[in-house]
């Protein structure tokens, strides 16, 4: 069965400073993807980054970037250079390619620090 | 692109009383779905709509709950006889086919139930 496990409920990190933000996850797919959400205090759902296993390079998208080690089932993501706008929840997901069926994590939530 | 609407915003209902949701999908979207967040919680998972076919259900999906998505166009979610643990934010999304589709969610429907 698919899981995802997010063990950091809350993060704190000072401005200008990159945050790294926890996800593990559990499939016995061969062929997945890996999303992370951002979900500020107004509660719209923003997606940020997409990983696919067979992705060979880490995706990145703008300060996001995604540390994905397939060998141990974890999908990390970094936010460099924080900014106060970056104070939210993050979500960590995955979908199977075989499935529609996307799950989330617990999240985490993220403060910045001015 | 104008987005995933949802309507209404928030609604209070009295226990016992029947409640519908109303979500209008990226019109070039053919798969929907319909999730449950409670605070502090990641989305869970309720139902899909690929067109018009309800192809999967939750077993959070009680028989109180039903959901349709005529002409594969705008979907409604129907709550009968509400009870208090129904209380929650009901999200919308809508993807495209692709393994790197992300969710579109809308800024959900808050539902409270004295």
């Known amino acids: 069965a698919q899981k995802i496990t997010q063990t950091q409920p809350g993060m704190f990190v000072q401005e200008k400073e990159a945050v790294t933000l926890d996800c593990t996850y559990d499939?016995?797919?061969?062929?997945?993807?890996l999303f992370w959400y951002k979900q500020p205090s107004s509660g719209e759902m923003i997606f940020l980054i997409y990983?696919?296993?067979?992705?060979?390079q880490n995706a990145t998208e703008g300060r996001y970037s995604l540390n994905f080690q397939k060998a141990r089932k974890s999908a990390n993501l970094v936010i460099s250079a924080s900014q106060l706008g970056d104070s939210a929840m993050y979500f960590c997901?995955?979908?199977?390619?075989?499935?529609?069926?996307?799950?989330f994590g617990a999240g985490t939530r993220l403060f910045v620090k001015a | 692109d104008t987005g995933v609407s949802q309507d209404p915003r928030h609604k209070i209902t009295k226990r016992g009383q029947n409640v519908t949701f109303r979500c209008d999908p990226i019109?070039?979207?053919?798969?929907l779905y319909w999730y449950r967040q409670t605070l502090g919680q990641g989305p869970e998972f309720l139902t899909y709509?690929?067109?018009?076919?309800?192809?999967?259900k939750s077993r959070l999906l009680s028989d109180r709950f039903s959901a349709e998505r005529p002409k594969g166009s705008f979907s409604t979610l129907e709550i009968q006889r509400t009870e208090q643990g129904d209380s929650a934010m009901y999200l919308c999304?809508?993807?495209?086919?692709?393994?790197?589709?992300?969710?579109?969610f809308g800024n959900g429907t808050r539902l409270t139930v004295t």
């Open positions: 999304a809508s993807s495209s086919q692709g393994r790197n589709s992300p969710l579109h």
């Open positions: 499939t016995s797919d061969q062929s997945y993807g």
């Open positions: 990983q696919g296993s067979y992705d060979e």
């Open positions: 997901a995955m979908r199977e390619d075989g499935g529609f069926k996307t799950i």
């Open positions: 019109s070039e979207h053919n798969r």
């Open positions: 709509f690929q067109n018009e076919a309800q192809l999967e």
